[in-house]
């Protein structure tokens, strides 16, 4: 069983910058792949970007280049994300996942960006 706990969401301007964490209940490296997908109001969820065991990493094309998935590799039980130059689009709630090989997924409890114009 892995528990996920989200945190750093919250209220930022366009333009400003706002770092996720994602704090495992295991050591992340026995982790097979984790990352974050967000939900806007009446939109299916969807993957904003991965980074795997072995520390690649891959983002959705509407946040390449702005957003940044990271390990502690100190902590070795969070996963971060950086958001740069947010926009209002950007505005949904924020799940950490991770996957287990042979294992059902895991879901945080969410974190809410809002992102005003």
């Known amino acids: 069983q892995v528990q996920l706990v989200e945190s750093g969401g919250g209220l930022v301007q366009a333009g400003g910058s706002l770092r996720l964490s994602c704090a495992a209940s295991v050591n992340i490296f026995n982790i097979d792949a984790m990352g974050w997908y967000r939900q806007a109001p009446g939109k299916q969820r969807e993957l904003v970007a991965t980074?795997?065991?072995?520390?690649?990493?891959?983002y959705a094309d509407a946040v390449k280049d702005r957003f940044t998935i990271s390990r502690d590799n100190a902590k070795n039980t969070v996963v971060y994300l950086q958001m740069n130059n947010l926009k209002p689009e950007d505005t949904a709630v924020y799940y950490c996942?991770?996957?287990?090989?042979?294992?059902?997924?895991?879901w945080g409890q969410g974190t809410q960006v809002t992102v005003s114009s």
């Open positions: 996942y991770a996957d287990r090989i042979l294992r059902p997924r895991y």
């Open positions: 980074i795997t065991s072995s520390g690649r990493s891959s």
